[in-house]
């Protein structure tokens, strides 16, 4: 499916046999591939086949690399078809685990939210953003949803605005605020004779559903090909004519640190990198019938990683490993430079 088909046009049952097929032909991407199958399964109803495709996942003898957000997943997808019982006990079990991912965190509090275990939704959303905010100078964007999150259920509760709440303020970025947006009383105002009253509103949903839109409409990243220096000299040595792309690996990282800031001044959002390597790209050039040594395949190769959940997202946080490779924190190696 490409990133920008409409809603209402997906075949959802069609996309998510398709991603299983995909999974099969690339098994390195298969967690991201069979998680997204299961989101469609989950969106046309069929929510136990979704179960066992998650089931599948936990059940592989290959380590994933998120097991609690598949987890997570699974315990949200079997409350909404009455497993409420073995939904709680993996509820438990995610918390239990204190991942330092904040997606399970988050649907897991969410699944909490939306069947009215506030006081739980509440006590859950506050272990993670302790867990994950303390002593962290700017929030990460992915811990946005935390804040928020925790905000609406504190609203909802009759809670007095806390340090956390005054957190959540400072990362909202809509014209309307949380706390308009998270008044329990606003459903009041849908019943509302006065076209002043219901005006507001209107300006109130359309606010929230732009954030929903930007939460979870996940497309593709603008991905930038990286490819470390044991791989560039192989594929340089087997490829010559790519040379003109690659004078050195100090200018090939230097190149996409500065393409990257250029995007982001540009305003373009969703930046991430992609590592290549060279027997992943010699097949990508296979089956496009096309000789690895063509440039024009590269930026091709980039999103066709991109599309299999290859991307990481840039910039990364200042004190996190740089995405060189280095070893070195973001913020002392590429993240340094102007």
């Known amino acids: ?79 909404e078809y009455g497993h409420e019982a073995e939904a709680r006990a993996i509820i438990d079990g995610v918390r239990a685990a204190a991942p330092r991912d904040p997606a399970p965190w988050v649907i897991v509090a969410e699944a909490l939210e939306s069947h009215d275990e506030l006081e739980a ?24 949803p935390l804040l928020f999150g925790r905000h ?35 459903v009041w105002s849908l019943g509302s004779e006065n076209p002043a009253e219901l005006e507001a509103e209107i300006l109130r ?10 939460a979870l409409s996940r497309p593709f990243p603008v991905a930038i090909l990286h490819w470390p220096a044991s791989e560039l000299t192989e594929l340089l040595e087997a490829y010559p004519p790519l040379a003109e792309e690659y004078p050195s690996h100090e200018e090939h990282l230097s190149s996409i640190e500065r393409a990257l800031r250029e995007l982001a001044a540009s305003g373009t959002p969703n930046l991430g990198i ?10 990508f050039a296979a089956s496009e019938g096309s000789s690895p040594g063509d440039a024009t395949l590269l930026p091709q190769y980039a999103t066709t990683l991109a599309a299999r959940g ?26 340094s430079t102007a």
Do not use: I
């Open 121 to 144: 939704a509440h006590d859950t959303f506050t272990e993670a953003v302790r867990l994950l905010l303390t002593d962290v100078p700017r929030p990460p964007q992915p811990t946005h």
């Open 274 to 283: 992609v590592t290549g390597t060279v027997p992943s790209y010699e097949a």
């Open 1 to 79: 499916m490409r990133p920008d088909t409409p809603a209402e046009n997906v075949d959802h049952t069609a996309e998510a046999a398709r991603l299983e097929r995909t999974a099969g032909l690339y098994p390195e991407d298969a967690e991201a591939l069979l998680l997204r199958a299961a989101a469609h399964l989950e969106l046309s109803g069929d929510r136990p086949t979704a179960t066992k495709l998650y089931d599948r996942l936990l059940s592989s003898p290959e380590a994933l690399d998120h097991p609690h957000l598949v987890r997570s997943l699974k315990a949200s997808n079997l409350w």
């Open 205 to 214: 949903l359309r606010a929230e559903l732009g954030a929903y839109r930007e």
């Open 152 to 186: 609406r259920v504190r609203r909802m509760l009759g809670r007095s605005h806390d340090e956390w709440d005054a957190l959540a303020d400072t990362v909202h970025s809509l014209p309307v605020s949380l706390d308009e947006l998270h008044d329990p009383k606003r």
């Open 310 to 335: 290859r991307a990481v997202a840039w910039p990364p946080q200042d004190s996190a490993s740089c995405w060189c490779g280095s070893g070195r924190a973001y913020g002392e190696c590429h993240g």
